[in-house]
């Protein structure tokens, strides 16, 4: 579940993105625990983006999970992990309105025990990626 940092997620907000870290593991491989996320608010959305939303059940809660497809007026949302759930298997299709942005980058802070040089140099080229659409990952979730 993603955490939003300082106000990022506010709708009327002078600047269209925002930062979020994730919690917990139901975007393993494409995000970990930890993860800083540059959001998007208010982006089109397409089958296979990573997107923030609001759960459902609990609107206070914001949630990241990989939009699958459009079904009757909202999406089918997906994580990458099969195992940890907490996806529209459990809460059916999210409306549209509780979609709030696609997520775009992610970075990963340093670690502590990251001090030798060739520590530092591969948590550098590895720290910030992109977060890409998974047009394939969208028609493989949509089977489960």
Do not use: C
């Not at 990022?8 to 993860?35: K, Q």
């Not at 990251?114 to 520590?119: N, T, Y």
């Not at 550098?124 to 493989?140: E, F, M, Q, T």
Request: hydrophobic residues 40%; charged residues 25%; without cysteine.
């Amino acid at each position: 579940m993603p955490e939003p940092w300082q106000g990022s997620e506010r709708r009327g907000a002078v600047l269209p993105f925002g930062l979020a870290e994730v919690t917990g593991p139901s975007m393993v491989p494409t995000l970990y625990h930890g993860d800083r996320l540059v959001v998007q608010y208010g982006a089109r959305i397409r089958p296979g983006d990573v997107v923030i939303l609001r759960h459902p059940f609990q609107q206070d809660l914001l949630v990241v999970k990989r939009a699958t497809e459009l079904r009757g007026g909202g999406w089918w949302v997906l994580g990458d992990n099969p195992h940890a759930g907490g996806d529209s298997t459990d809460y059916g299709v999210v409306p549209e309105d509780l979609i709030l942005g696609k997520v775009w980058f992610r970075y990963r802070p340093r670690k502590p025990a990251q001090r030798s040089p060739l520590a530092l140099v591969r948590w550098a080229l590895s720290a910030a990626r992109p977060v890409l659409a998974d047009r394939s990952a969208a028609r493989r979730l949509r089977a489960r």
